[in-house]
Structure formats: C-alpha cells, structure tokens
C-alpha cells in the first residue's frame, strides 16, 4: 500500500537507471542522510561517536572494499587487514615526509599504495582459487605485518615502531572534536559508496559477477580474467587502504602494525558473510552487527547478571561474549546463508505487497 | 655443516609437529567438504580438558599414579571431543549441508570463537602443564664429529614418533575397515555414497570424532610443549600453510607439506632471517607454500578441481 | 513464521541497545574517586595480567577498609583490554566519564599507552605507566600527562647491562663479549633497543637482536640461533606466553639458564612455574620489589581484604611478584590523590588536572613507605615537572626452583647516559607533534 510504484513513471533512460527508481526509496535515502548529518550530530553523546559510530562508518567502508572482492568478484581474500595497514603507514609517511601536505590528499594517496600492494598480492589468483587463495592471501597478511615492524623507514625510524599522526585538518576545518570525526568519516562513506554501487551497476561489475559465477564461461564469452581479478583487487585494495588510513588517522590517532593483524581481517570478512556477499547495503549491515555486538554484550551482560545478583567477572565476560558471538554467526548463518542483507530484501518484498500475504 | 644439519632436523620434527594439526584439517575437508578453521580451538578445548581433568581427577579420587590419572584425563577428554563433534554435526553442520564453501568456512569461524569462549569459561585462562611424561632434556649427536654435536630435542623426537604412528594408523583405517571404506566413499561424492545407503550424519560425527582424536594428540604433544594455553590455538595458524601446499584432500600431503614447510621454515628463520633483521618465519611458510601453488595450484597431492562450464 | 520471530528479535535488540547506550552514564557521587581499571584476564598475556590486576584491585580494597583518601573513598571498574589496543581505547572512552569522571588510567599494555598518551591530555586525565611505556615519557618538560613511575625500559636495560658488567668484573670487560636480546615483537619489545645499543657502543660488546613474532609461542628457531652464536648472556624482553616459552627452548637446547637475564616484565611466577627446575638459576631485574610475601602491605592486605572475603583472585597469589606490582601501581596512584589533597582540599575528590599535579610532585620518602606497609619492599620516589620516573634503583632476583630471591645489590640505572637520550627523543616528539617545551611558571601550576 504504501511502497507501491503506481504513477510513478519513467521518462528517460537516466531516470530509468538511478540508483533508487522507486521514490519512496529516495525519500527514505533521504531522511536517511538528514537523520545521520543532522541528528546524530546533534543529539549523540561523545562515547557514542568515539566508541561506536566512527569505528562502525570506517569498517564499513573496508567492508565495502572486502565486498566487492568476495562478494562480486568470488576472490576470497584474508589479506584485508594488511591491506588496511599499507594505506595506513603509506598515508603517514606522505603526510610526515612531505612537508605541508593536505591529510586528504595522503589518505588518497594511501589508497594509491595499498592498490599496487594489492594487485600485486592478487597475481596469484589468476592461477589458485577457492579456499587455496584465501590462505594464499594470508601470505600477504603476515608478509605485510613482518615489513612495518621490521623496516624502519616505513615507521619514520622510530625506535618503537609505533607512529602517531596529530592535527588532522581538510581545508582549514581541524577535524579534532568527535563530531568533525564522524562527518568526516560519513562523508568518506557516502562519496565511496556512491563510486562502490555505480561500479557495481556498470560493465567492470558484471565482469566481476560473471567471472564469480563462472570464469571458465565468462572467459570463453570474451570476459578477461587477468582484468577482471586484477581490477578487483585493485579497487578493493584502494578502498580498504583509504579505510585503513582513516582509521590510523581518525580513530586511533597513534598505531602499531598489531593494530591491522589477521583478527582485523577475519573480522571484515565476517562482516561481509553476515551482511550478505554481493551487496553494498550487506556492507553496512554486517558492520553494524559485528561492530556493535561485542559492546551491546559487554554492557548488557555484567547488568543482566546484577539483575539476577550475580557479579561477573570481566574475563568471564569477556569469554561469554565470545560464546555469544560465535553462537550468533552460526545461528545467522543458518537462518539466512546469504546474510542480512537479504533478510533486508525479502522485508522490502514484503512492503511491496503489504497488506496483502502474496 | 654441523648447524645446518640441526637446523635441518630441528625442521623436520616440527614439520611432524605441523602435520599432525594438518591431519585435522584434512580428515574433515576429505569427508565433508568443509574446511575447519574450528582445528585449532579443537586443539586447545582438547589438551585443555586433559590438563585441567589431569589435575581435578587426583584431587577428587585421591589416585596419584600418573600413568593412570593421565589415562583417564585421555579418556574424559576422548569422550568430550567425541561430544563436541556430535553437537557440530546436529546443531551446525547438519542444518548447512549443501551451501557454498564459504559459507561453512565461516560456521567454523563461528565454532572457533564458542569453543574458544567456552573452554576458558569451563577450565581458565591460565597456563596449565600437561605432563605426559616426554623428556625435557636435549641428546647430542655426533659430537666428535661436529664441534658441540647435533641438538636433537627428545621431546621432539617423540612427538615425531607418535605423529608417524598416528599416520600409520590413520592410514589402515581408511583402507582396511569398513568404516574407513565408507568415510572415502562419502569423500567421494555426498549424494552417491548416500544413494548406497551409507548413513551421511552418522560418518560426519565418525569424521568429526576421529578429528578431534586428532586434535587431542596434537594438543598433549603441543601442550607438553608450550604448556596449555589461548595460545595453543594459534598453532592452527602455523599448520594452513601445511594444509594448502600438501592439497587439502592428501593426508601423505599433510605429511609431505610438514616437512617442506618445517624445514623451509627453520632452515629460512635461521640463515636467511639475520639478513633481514629477524622474525620472517611466518609469512616465509605462507611464502613459499605459495610459490608450490603456482606450480600447482590445488597443492602437491590434492585433487584436481574440475570445472564443468 | 522464520520472519516474524527474527523481526521480533531485532526489535527487542534495538531496545535493548537504547537502553544500554542511554543508560545513566555518571550518577557522580560525591565523596567518591573513580579509578579506572584496564586489564585483561583473557588471551595470550592473561597469565600476567591478571595477578598485576588482582593486585591493583586489592589494594583499592584495602585503601577503602583502612578509611579511604582521607575519608574519600574509592570506587573502582574493570574494562577487559585483552591487550589489544583499540579495545584499550573503546575502555578508555567508555570509562573516562564515568562516576564522576575517571581519575587516571594505567594501561599495563605499551601499545595501548601509545594510543592513549595522543587522547589523555585533550581529555586531562594522567596517565601512570609504571615500569613500562614509553621510555622518552620520563621528560614530563614534553610529557605533561605521562608517568612512568619507577622505572622505564631504559632504565631496565641499563639495570641489566651494569648487572652484567659487575658479573664480568667491571663494565669494561664486556668488550668483546656477545649478548643477545630475544625480545617480543612489538613496541615493548623494540623499547631497550636503542639504550643496548648506546652500551653496547660505549663498552664494546656485541648485541645480537633476535625478534620473536607475537604472541612468542614459536620460539625454536630463535634459540637453535642462540645455539649456534653462543651468545655470552641472553637478555629476554617476553611477555605472556612468551616467558615460559623461552625458558622451556631454553631447556630444549641446553643454554644455561644461569646467564639469562630478563626484564621486569619477564621475571615473575607464572614465567617459570611451569618450567619449575628447569628454570632454576633464571635471574631477572626488578622494578625494586619482587616477591614479598613476608612484608607488611601483603600481611595487611591478607587481614583487612582476603580476610573478610573481599581478595580479587586466590589467596596464594598475595605477594607474588606481578601482585606486588599491581598493588605498587594502585597505591602510586592513591598516593598522587592524597597528594593533590594536600594541595586542592583535603577529603575533597580531585579531579584529573589536581591528581596530575599531585602525581608530579610526589614526595614518598621512606617513613612515608614504610607507614604504608612497603618497608623493604620500595625506595623512596619522588617526582618533579621534568623528571616523572621519580626513582630508578633495581635489583636482580633469581629463582631458585620453588620461589624468587634477590641475589645483588640495589643498583641505580645511570642517569648520565639516559638523560640525552630521553631528551633527545622528547625532543623529537614534541617536533612532529609540535608541541613546545613546559615552561617553568607551567610547572608550578
């Protein structure tokens, strides 16, 4: 009744083809924004953005780079953390090195780095596939984790290898107050997901399907797989080393390589499982659930057990939070295989029809 | 000379070491197509209960002859993993039969951090022994004719032994039981080993179990090592690159890529690491089982996939 | 069916989630002081951990029985960290505000204070790092919200570079000697680097650097190289697992446990329990005290804590070396309040600008420790606006198959050499971060 498309008709090929066609979408898109650029600021307290939003918007945008690799292009890939790290330590040396360069133009330029890392990193999948790629890419986790400990000119000599960035500023704003973070960080999102979604929606997206579905079909069609995996890569590598520098820079403020470690990138990997392979809307979902999760738990738990009187102990905590997380992916993924994300589909399906059953 | 032979044999063993945690993995993506990234908690929920039931059972029944509480421990902790694998069939594996891969790869991530979870709620956090009895102590070959002699770590060597005669054992059970027959006819092809009427969920918990036999030799052997600890799980790490250059469906493969991946592992750490100021073993494993994909891609020994287009 | 019953979850999840993240965050009572607590119980370094946490909480415990803060008592909340920083940075955020307003931190994790010495000065809380940290922290000319009370990490290596020396016969017959430095991957591993390499200059002996990948638990190629380069001394920079790892290749490879030296960190009961005789002969620094089971804190805290059934962790853990320092920790931090007190109102609560005042201006001369219980166990510390380390005495302590005992001297770390280089690197810091060097009328606030 109230999502229909009735009256609601096309009268260009651009109109045809936007991202939202049906005008309900677009106005809930839009209060969408209004409510995260305005509200949120507004009405958040600053826990809520240190703790949860900004770490939720930047992990979404690495699990928007994941995405396309796993989810459109069928390159499993565990890897990301590492990729993460490149565009983190390769933006901080732009930004210490070159004397009064712009943080925005590092962070791109970290992208730049962590994509030649990652093209290289992806040359063996156009021989090795499946689960053999996946632990394939673990050489390129650990390799990338050993280099920023070891080489010193990475890490601008310091002698403890850890490095920390100050005074974040784009065009003049000094993005210092939580509030600035978490624009920043929304805007990155937005801009990035936009490019993610039109990418997915043009010819080099259907490769990328096609090359998922099938390669050997897609090659004989006249698909390149050389382009195809490599282009992949490439884009996904840029994104998730742009998130990887926004984390080091916004976030963390000062890091160490064990900060972009293998339970970085089983992490992202499992947001993108759960939020649905295939999908930049599973992205956000997945993050969401795997960045709040452990916190909601955290929380909830030692007030449950005061509820019923007994006092727990954080590292009991700690480890029923595990169980709980655990329990949870295996019971999400046997409710839905194909993640949140298309839980959220067959909602909207529903909201077609509603109120009728069918 | 006389390094390089200890280093050369101080590879060798862990190689062993590796592919008894390989083993695991192997068994289990053989039978069912799924690839357990659970192993390693396997490992440590397992030596986990065996240490801790070590220590319990002495001071709820007052016995105090090792041999005898270890057995015991042995076979508390046989019993449990042999639970632990009927959960995962009933409550996991058996609501997921026929989804992608990854999708499973992922409920074994989801295993990973429960068992995680849950045997440190039951059995603590902290460091605890498992004595079985190996020697601690170091032999030296040959010192007459190397200047210190060749270091041969005798707990290593046993432990060697004991992944060789697991192997052996393995081995005659697939081939010569029944049971064994019907576990690679199910390797084979899901839908026609049940066509035949070989019971699927039964062989899985059987696979499973076997798995976590496995996965309990390799955690009393790596925790009289290192001693019982989160930690312990983390050898699963060390044993992928075993996994993946042996093929994921050889077990003579997990053998084989043991010993590459050892020795090229020690051999690398200790000449070519100095150069590069230290610490390359890991990412040299992954390296260079790598490399041997690149030549063949579905590991030494593992099957060929074929696509059909 | 599925649908509905997963709506309905989400819902209820949605609720919950409100109402936990809006749920009163500071109720701030007001005779009450809020000291933060981040340790972590769980993972690979939790066998340290939580004796140094169990500590640190019963000596609150017992501050709160003997009356409090000059009648302001103390209340007190644990965060798990798991050692892994951004969880060390989710606690701080989520802590810093609450109870009235965190009064400091104390990380135990050189990760996670690397984080954490960028966010503390905007929100003005002090940082104790006692006994680890950054090393450079000691100049508090740069390092305004910075404490590492009691000792750094070069005071640490020096410690053991003029341990070794004495055993040599003198600093000078080091020349040509050979020591190693297995070390623990990682910020805190890489921290006594460039100090050994300062001695190692000065008095000619080779240093060896043999990293080992975090959590440390492969360790076997490491000491088949120590083998083969027959290093004279082995310095060992563990943490966690780590320790007892190295002490078992040890063992494995015959190298005598008599000339391995380790850290503060790398030096206490769950590192050689598990090895038990194996490890005999193990010496290790201290940060002044070791295992003090006969001292008169550990006696009071059995009585007043343990007694009434209030003890955090087990009984036999009281006054073993990482308790020891976790109670050090708690009371530095107790004695910055009383301090700031004395200052601001007594039988006030200060807030974290006063207790950094205090913390600055620590005066604990040895009648003062011995009232609070830890005659025998500590020198007097006392702090001042350039100098945050307040003490640097050491000695060295051995274990002899069952327990720890002090087999030297107190010994001071040499301030000579330390000081450029602790200037040095401020100075380095405060460029990159440009920042500017206290001034004096800053040190009198």
């Given at each position: 009744m109230l999502y229909r498309e009735n009256g609601?008709?096309?009268?260009s090929y651009s109109a045809d083809q936007q991202?939202?066609?049906i005008l309900q979408d677009r106005i809930a898109m839009g209060l969408l924004l209004a409510v995260a650029f305005v509200a949120v600021p507004l009405l958040g307290s600053e826990y809520m953005f240190r703790a949860i939003f900004i770490p939720f918007l930047i992990l979404s945008l690495a699990a928007l780079g994941l995405n396309i690799l796993?989810?459109?292009?069928?390159q499993i890939s565990l890897g990301t953390g590492a990729f993460m790290a490149v565009g983190a330590y390769a933006a901080y040396n732009f930004q210490v090195r070159i004397?009064?360069?712009?943080v925005l133009l590092s962070m791109l330029l970290g992208g730049v780095c962590a994509t030649a890392v990652g093209v290289v990193f992806g040359i063996p999948s156009l021989r090795i596939k499946g689960l053999y790629l996946a632990v394939a890419t673990l050489a390129a986790q650990f390799f990338v984790d050993w280099a920023f400990l070891r080489i010193k000119w990475f890490t601008n000599d310091s002698a403890s290898g850890s490095v920390s960035v100050a005074n974040v500023n784009v065009f003049g704003l000094a993005i210092e107050t939580p509030v600035a973070k978490y624009l920043f960080c929304l805007s990155f999102l937005i801009v990035f997901g936009l490019l993610a979604k039109n990418l997915v929606r043009s010819h080099i997206g259907r490769e990328w399907m096609a090359i998922r579905d099938m390669d050997v079909a897609a090659a004989v069609i006249g698909i390149r797989p050389v382009h195809a995996k490599l282009s992949a890569f490439a884009v996904s590598s840029f994104i998730v080393g742009v998130a990887g520098a926004l984390w080091g820079f916004?976030?963390?403020g000062s890091w160490e390589p064990a900060a972009f470690s293998i339970d970085r990138s089983f992490q992202l990997l499992f947001m993108v499982i759960i939020g649905g392979l295939g999908s930049i809307m599973g992205s956000f979902f997945g993050a969401a659930f795997i960045v709040l999760l452990p916190i909601l738990l955290d929380q909830l738990l030692p007030a449950l057990g005061s509820l019923v009187g007994l006092d727990f102990d954080t590292a009991v905590v700690s480890h029923v939070v595990s169980m709980i997380f655990g329990a949870l992916i295996v019971f999400f993924l046997i409710a839905e295989p194909h993640g949140l994300a298309r839980l959220w589909a067959v909602a909207k399906e529903k909201l077609r029809l509603w109120p009728f059953p069918h | 000379m006389g390094p390089f032979l200890e280093t050369l044999i101080g590879g060798l063993m862990t190689g062993m070491l590796y592919s008894l945690v390989a083993l695991g993995f192997v068994l289990i993506f053989k039978a069912?197509?799924?690839?357990?990234?659970a192993q390693g908690a396997m490992v440590l929920f397992a030596a986990l209960t065996m240490a801790r039931f070590a220590q319990w059972i002495p001071q709820w029944?007052?016995?105090?002859?090792k041999l005898l509480v270890n057995l015991l421990a042995f076979g508390v902790a046989m019993v449990v993993m042999i639970g632990v694998a009927w959960l995962i069939e009933r409550l996991v594996l058996g609501k997921l039969v026929n989804q992608e891969g990854i999708t499973l790869l992922m409920a074994t991530l989801g295993i990973t951090y429960f068992l995680d979870g849950f045997g440190q709620t039951l059995f603590g956090s902290d460091i605890y022994k498992i004595d079985?009895?190996?020697?601690?102590d170091p032999i030296f070959l040959l010192e007459q004719t190397f200047q210190g002699g060749i270091l041969v770590n005798q707990e290593d060597l046993a432990a060697a032994a004991i992944a060789a005669a697991l192997v052996a054992l393995l081995a005659a059970f697939f081939q010569y039981t029944s049971t064994g027959r019907a576990l690679r006819a199910v390797a084979d092809d899901h839908q026609a080993a049940q066509s035949i009427g070989i019971p699927l969920s039964r062989i899985w918990v059987i696979v499973w179990s076997v798995a976590g036999f496995v996965a309990l030799v390799a955690g009393i052997i790596w925790g009289s090592k290192l001693?019982?600890?989160?930690?312990?799980?983390?050898v699963a790490l060390k044993a992928l690159p075993v996994v993946i250059l042996g093929g994921l469906t050889s077990v003579p493969g997990a053998i084989i890529g043991g010993l590459i991946i050892g020795v090229g592992e020690k051999l690398s750490e200790v000449f070519i690491g100095p150069y590069f100021g230290g610490g390359i073993e890991i990412w040299f494993a992954y390296v260079l089982a790598l490399l041997f994909l690149l030549v063949r891609p579905q590991g030494l020994f593992g099957e060929k996939i074929i696509d059909r287009v | 069916m599925k649908l509905k019953s997963l709506a309905l979850a989400a819902a209820l999840s949605a609720v919950a989630l409100s109402t936990v993240l809006t749920a009163p965050a500071a109720y701030a009572q007001a005779k009450e002081q809020f000291f933060p607590l981040l340790p972590?119980?769980?993972?690979?370094f939790a066998p340290n951990g939580v004796p140094w946490a169990n500590g640190f909480a019963d000596y609150l415990k017992l501050v709160n029985a003997q009356g409090g803060m000059n009648g302001v008592k103390i209340i007190f909340e644990e965060c798990e960290t798991g050692y892994l920083t951004d969880k060390g940075v989710e606690c701080y955020e989520r802590l810093k505000g609450k109870h009235g307003g965190a009064t400091m931190f104390q990380p135990l994790s050189t990760g996670i204070t690397f984080a954490l010495t960028e966010k503390a000065p905007a929100d003005k809380i002090p940082l104790i790092t006692a006994g680890y940290?950054?090393?450079?922290?000691?100049?508090?000319?740069?390092?305004?919200?910075n404490f590492p009370l009691m000792g750094t990490y070069w005071v640490a290596a020096d410690a053991l570079t003029q341990v070794i020396g004495k055993k040599e016969g003198?600093?000078?017959?080091?020349?040509?000697k050979k020591i190693a430095l297995v070390y623990h991957d990682s910020p805190y591993g890489k921290e006594p680097i460039p100090l050994l390499q300062e001695r190692s200059k000065m008095h000619g002996f080779e240093l060896q650097l043999l990293p080992v990948t975090?959590?440390?638990?492969?360790?076997k190629s490491t000491w088949l190289q120590i083998r083969q380069s027959k290093p004279d001394y082995v310095l060992l920079w563990g943490w966690g697992v780590m320790n007892s790892t190295a002490l078992k290749e040890a063992v494995a490879t015959g190298y005598?446990?008599?000339k391995m030296y380790g850290v503060w960190w790398s030096g206490a009961e769950p590192d050689v329990k598990d090895v038990g005789d194996g490890a005999k002969g193990y010496n290790a620094v201290t940060?002044?005290?070791?295992?003090?089971?006969?001292?008169k804190i550990v006696k009071d805290i059995l009585a007043l804590v343990h007694g009434k059934?209030?003890?955090?962790?087990?009984?036999?853990?009281?006054?073993?070396v990482l308790y020891m320092r976790g109670a050090i920790s708690a009371m530095l931090g107790v004695e910055g309040v009383k301090r700031a007190q004395e200052r601001f109102g007594k039988g006030k609560v200060m807030t974290g600008e006063q207790t950094r005042w205090g913390l600055e201006n620590l005066a604990l001369d040895q009648k003062k420790l011995d009232a609070l219980g830890f005659a025998g166990v500590m020198r007097p510390v006392s702090t001042s606006c350039v100098d945050h380390v307040g003490a640097n005495w050491a000695r060295v302590h051995t274990w002899d198959g069952a327990k720890w005992s002090f087999t030297s001297d107190w010994l001071q770390a040499d301030e000579q050499i330390i000081k450029p280089m602790v200037k040095a690197a401020a100075d380095k810091y405060a460029a990159e971060k440009k920042l500017t060097r206290r001034t004096p009328e800053d040190c009198q606030s």
């Open positions: 609601q008709f096309k009268t991202i939202f066609p796993v989810g459109y292009c069928g004397e009064g360069m712009p916004v976030y963390l | 069912s197509g799924v690839f357990n990234f029944t007052g016995l105090t002859d079985v009895g190996l020697p601690k001693g019982v600890q989160f930690s312990l799980s983390l | 972590y119980r769980t993972g690979p940290g950054r090393s450079e922290s000691q100049d508090g000319g740069v390092f305004k919200w003198g600093l000078d017959k080091l020349k040509g975090s959590p440390g638990v492969e360790q005598p446990r008599e940060m002044q005290h070791g295992a003090e089971p006969n001292s059934g209030q003890g955090t962790g087990p009984k036999e853990e009281v006054g073993s």
